[in-house]
């Protein structure tokens, strides 16, 4: 029998914790207050992934999941090093089993109320299969947005998908939409473009971001262009055809040019003084070659990468509640809800 079944999970929440020692026991408090009072209450799991952190988030997070048990449902998944949060979002992922999922980040910069209401609007309207929060205002710099807009101007051309400025990870799914996003297996996750790619219909729910409880951001200026890099060679190959075009166009001109200079030697006899232009011609022609060469190494070193086929994260440790031995449906429910005496007799 699936967990799912088994547990009849409605809502798993997803949290990639990187050095979040601070944050994740605030985390649990507010998914715990966010959801009094609902009537899925018991039927609500919270799979925290725990991505190398260098600070004590496991410990608390072995801490959240031994104390907590009895009041939610929690699974700790603990990996060997520091993957990356798309990592992170694959193993959340793979191990949540409810018939919603969300993503939502450990620092509290997003409301677990917000995801509450999308599960109210997925409830309310079967046509569509995600939302996806959309940040309206942005608290960021100058430069940043700048180059976010050329980032999401560059992108949207040259794939054939649409990437919406402004959404965050932060978002719910329905089942169809979380098996979609993990039958993509790739070593190269990124996720802006796999949620897009599945397709499905999302609705975007406007949200403000709030500021970090504790921590500071993990992502650099260097960081940030890597990942839009990796991105833009995840999901087009548009920059190799513009590598062949300006092949073909650097031709045609020097072709061009060639003929010129015949006609110039040859009909009128004139001497082409030419240093200065072949000096110039080289190093275009061959800063060009350099750039074209960088492209096809990016995209080779994706396919070296991927054709190894290693596994997108290892986890040292996966805190549960399968084990546990509950057979029957709703056993695991009954026992949460057991007084002390007899969860002590029956741990
Ligand atoms: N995160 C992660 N692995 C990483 C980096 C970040 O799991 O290598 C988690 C982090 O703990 C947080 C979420 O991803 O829960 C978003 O990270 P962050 O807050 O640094 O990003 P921002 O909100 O600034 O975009
Ligand atoms: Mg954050």
Same mark, same amino acid.
């Given at each position: 029998m699936s967990a799912q079944k088994k547990y009849n999970i409605k809502l798993s929440f997803v949290i990639p914790c990187y050095n979040e020692e601070g944050n994740v026991p605030l985390m649990y408090e507010a998914i715990e207050t966010a959801l /009094?009072?609902?009537?899925?209450r018991d039927r609500v799991e919270l799979v925290f992934i725990n991505d190398g952190s260098k600070d004590g988030t496991r410990a608390a997070l072995r801490r959240i999941h031994a104390e907590k048990q009895d009041r939610l449902h929690i699974k700790v998944v603990d990996f060997s090093r520091n993957f990356g949060k798309e990592a992170a979002l694959y193993a959340g992922l793979s191990n949540a089993v409810g018939e919603y999922v969300t993503i939502i980040d /450990?620092?509290?910069?997003?409301?677990?109320e917000t995801a509450l209401e999308m599960v109210d609007f997925l409830d309310e309207h079967p046509e569509y299969d995600c939302v996806a929060a959309f940040q309206q205002k942005r608290h960021e710099g100058k430069v940043l947005t700048f180059f976010k807009d050329c980032f999401y101007k560059v992108i949207n051309r040259l794939t054939d998908i649409t990437f919406v400025q402004g /959404?965050?990870?932060?978002r719910t799914m329905r089942r169809c939409v979380v098996d979609s996003i993990l039958s993509m297996k790739e070593y190269f996750r990124f996720s802006k473009g796999i949620f897009s790619w599945v397709g499905y219909e999302t609705y975007y729910m406007p949200y403000e971001a709030q500021a970090r409880a504790t921590g500071t951001t993990k992502w650099s200026f260097k960081k940030l262009f890597k990942y839009a890099i990796s991105g833009i060679v995840s999901f087009t190959t548009a920059p190799l055809r513009f590598a062949t075009i300006s092949g073909v166009l650097a031709s045609f001109l020097a072709l061009v040019y060639l003929v010129i200079v015949l006609i110039q030697k040859l009909a009128f006899g004139i001497d082409i003084p030419g240093y200065a232009t072949l000096v110039v011609l080289i190093l275009f022609i061959g800063g060009i070659q350099l750039l074209m060469l960088g492209i096809l190494g990016e995209y080779l070193s994706m396919i070296y990468v991927e054709g190894k086929h290693r596994p997108i994260y290892v986890a040292r440790e996966v805190l549960g509640y399968?084990?546990?031995?509950?057979? /029957?449906?709703g056993a695991y429910l009954q026992s949460r809800h057991a007084t002390e005496e007899e969860k002590n007799g029956n741990p």
């Open positions: /009094a009072g609902k009537g899925y /450990a620092d509290l910069q997003q409301r677990p /959404a965050s990870d932060f399968e084990e546990e031995g509950q057979d /029957a449906d």
